[in-house]
């Protein structure tokens, strides 16, 4: 039973054009969300959250969006540089903090320059 | 300024064998979480220790088990491997329990 869904496996954007991931979530419990960024070879970075109470969160490039009422959260990226090429997870936890996450299978976004 | 150090890197067990994997979070940190990422998923959470407790565990089999020193590293324990189990772990740590989780790189565990 996924409770975090990426269904993109992949996305392909061209430079300096939006790049938009995608997540999904079934649990209504949780209530805090994160993106984190994963090159090869290494572990997982943190890239930006939002809180429930909240529905934009926005860091420079990078801005969430969450849609309590579809369940639904996601990662604009503006504008996409080649070396934001990565795989990118979406994660969630029930305890308003950033802490046992249930994590997303992932979307691979490639920057084509 | 280290980051979160996993060790060691790679390993190759065989079915049945017992395995540790190490842990030693940056200075400071009182926390440290496991995950398991099966290749092609997302990390999926094994367990949290902050102060040396054990204050969360995931859907995973007793087979399983892990625990924090004094000094914060902390060490995970698989026995009786399966070939299932073969994964990259991977070991975060944080300041204070909920916040700012760092990962380390990761050791990937082969099991024939």
């Known amino acids: 039973d996924q409770q975090v869904k990426q269904n993109s496996p992949s996305l392909s954007v061209q430079e300096g054009r939006i790049s938009i991931l995608n997540c999904d979530y079934t649990n209504s419990m949780f209530d805090y969300f994160l993106w984190y960024k994963k090159y090869p070879a290494e572990g997982p970075t943190f890239l930006i959250s939002i809180s429930s109470i909240k529905d934009k969160n926005e860091d420079g490039r990078f801005t969430v969006f969450l849609n309590k009422s579809a369940k639904h959260l996601s990662l604009h990226i503006v504008p996409s540089q080649p070396g934001d090429s990565a795989v990118y997870f979406c994660?969630?936890?029930?305890?308003?903090?950033?802490?046992?996450?249930?994590f997303g299978g992932g979307t691979r976004l490639m920057v084509k320059p | 300024d280290a980051g979160v150090t996993q060790s060691p890197t790679h390993l190759i067990k065989t079915r049945g064998q017992h395995v540790t994997l190490r842990c030693s979070p940056i200075s400071g940190h009182k926390s440290v979480s496991w995950y398991q990422q099966v290749l092609g998923q997302g990390p999926q959470f094994i367990f949290q220790?902050?102060?040396?407790?054990?204050?969360g565990r995931g859907n995973f089999p007793d087979r399983f088990s892990a625990r924090q020193f004094p000094n914060y590293s902390s060490e995970l324990n698989v026995n009786a491997l399966l070939l299932g189990d073969s994964a990259l772990y991977l070991c975060?740590?944080?300041?204070?329990?909920?916040?700012?989780?760092?990962f380390g790189s990761g050791t990937r565990l082969t099991v024939v």
């Open positions: 994660a969630a936890s029930a305890n308003n903090a950033g802490n046992m996450l249930t």
């Open positions: 220790y902050y102060e040396k407790e054990e204050r």
């Open positions: 975060a740590s944080s300041l204070l329990l909920g916040y700012g989780y760092t």
